[in-house]
């Protein structure tokens, strides 16, 4: 996907997000989510939407020192679904103003504006599924989005640690977990060493049976994107696991943000 797909998305996951949570009890418990409730999952969402915009819309060049941002939030939170669609729309002016390809800081791999329209896509689209499992419905999330979202995840977890220092002990002596998806033909390989983890390579290069691994876990795309945001668990049915499980929980217990 590219960037103007990604902000068509953002767009696209927010109108569904508002849908689910603007006919909703927005008192409900979200248990993916722990101690939040929808209007605290609204609020949140809203929140990053008007922080990545301001980001984009200074350019920054260094890491920000305060995350305040006006935020213009209602007084009662009935009115946050629209206010979280409003947040959008502000995010599409700022994307369509902006030189997506131009130079920024960003925590992550991908130094350019671009980077912020595609981490706010996946935010939006994790809480929307978060939203959802409250309410007891179904996620549905494109082929095409999960596929994306798994290589974004996996791509900049690395480097999360500022704020997942969990992330800090995802390592191992030289070990291998494949991600393979079969309804989108996709592999990634993650690659633990004493000194930190990566994204070592995916797709064909990968994806011979002679090609070993310590781990592997194979899924839908969909179901795989929730497993590694930690929205699913990894020994429901959706998912097939094989080889070492020792080293499967070691991932688990320290990856999911």
Same mark, same amino acid.
């Given at each position: 996907m590219n960037p103007a797909e990604h902000g068509a998305a %953002?767009?696209?996951?927010?109108?569904?997000?508002?849908?689910? %949570?603007?006919?909703?009890?927005?008192s409900t418990p979200v248990p993916t989510c722990p101690g939040w409730t929808l209007a605290d999952l609204t609020r949140h969402t809203g929140s990053v939407h008007r922080w990545f915009s301001?980001? =984009?819309?200074?350019?920054? !060049? !260094? +890491? +920000?020192?305060? $995350?305040?941002?006006?935020? $213009?939030? &209602?007084? @009662?939170?009935? /009115?946050? &679904?629209?206010? =979280?669609?409003?947040?959008?729309?502000?995010?599409?002016?700022?994307?369509?103003?902006? *030189?997506?390809?131009? #130079?920024?800081?960003?925590?992550?791999? *991908? !130094?350019?504006a671009r980077f912020w329209v595609r981490r706010m896509l996946f935010e939006t689209l994790v809480h929307r599924a978060d939203a959802e499992l409250a309410l007891g419905l179904p996620p549905h999330i494109d082929r095409a989005l999960a596929v994306d979202g798994i290589d974004e995840f996996l791509t900049n977890l690395p480097f999360a640690s500022s704020f997942a220092p969990r992330t800090a002990r995802l390592r191992a002596p030289h070990r291998t977990i494949r991600f393979s998806s079969a309804d989108a033909d996709r592999d990634w =390989?993650? /690659?633990?060493? #004493?000194?930190?983890?990566? =994204?070592?390579?995916? *797709?064909?290069? @990968?994806?011979?049976?002679?090609?070993?691994?310590?781990a592997t876990v194979l899924g839908a795309a969909a179901d795989l994107l929730l497993l590694l945001y930690g929205r699913l668990d990894r020994r429901s049915d959706a998912f097939q696991l094989l080889g070492d499980q020792g080293l499967l929980a070691h991932w688990f217990t320290h990856s999911a943000f």
């Amino acid at each position: 996907m590219n960037p103007a797909e990604h902000g068509a998305a %953002v767009a696209a996951e927010t109108e569904r997000f508002v849908s689910v %949570v603007k006919a909703a009890d927005l008192s409900t418990p979200v248990p993916t989510c722990p101690g939040w409730t929808l209007a605290d999952l609204t609020r949140h969402t809203g929140s990053v939407h008007r922080w990545f915009s301001e980001l =984009l819309r200074l350019r920054i !060049q !260094q +890491p +920000p020192t305060s $995350r305040d941002v006006e935020l $213009r939030l &209602p007084a @009662h939170s009935e /009115g946050y &679904p629209d206010w =979280l669609a409003e947040s959008a729309a502000e995010a599409a002016a700022v994307f369509a103003a902006t *030189d997506l390809e131009a #130079p920024m800081w960003a925590w992550g791999v *991908d !130094q350019h504006a671009r980077f912020w329209v595609r981490r706010m896509l996946f935010e939006t689209l994790v809480h929307r599924a978060d939203a959802e499992l409250a309410l007891g419905l179904p996620p549905h999330i494109d082929r095409a989005l999960a596929v994306d979202g798994i290589d974004e995840f996996l791509t900049n977890l690395p480097f999360a640690s500022s704020f997942a220092p969990r992330t800090a002990r995802l390592r191992a002596p030289h070990r291998t977990i494949r991600f393979s998806s079969a309804d989108a033909d996709r592999d990634w =390989l993650v /690659g633990l060493r #004493p000194d930190g983890f990566a =994204l070592v390579a995916d *797709d064909a290069e @990968h994806r011979t049976a002679d090609t070993e691994t310590d781990a592997t876990v194979l899924g839908a795309a969909a179901d795989l994107l929730l497993l590694l945001y930690g929205r699913l668990d990894r020994r429901s049915d959706a998912f097939q696991l094989l080889g070492d499980q020792g080293l499967l929980a070691h991932w688990f217990t320290h990856s999911a943000f």
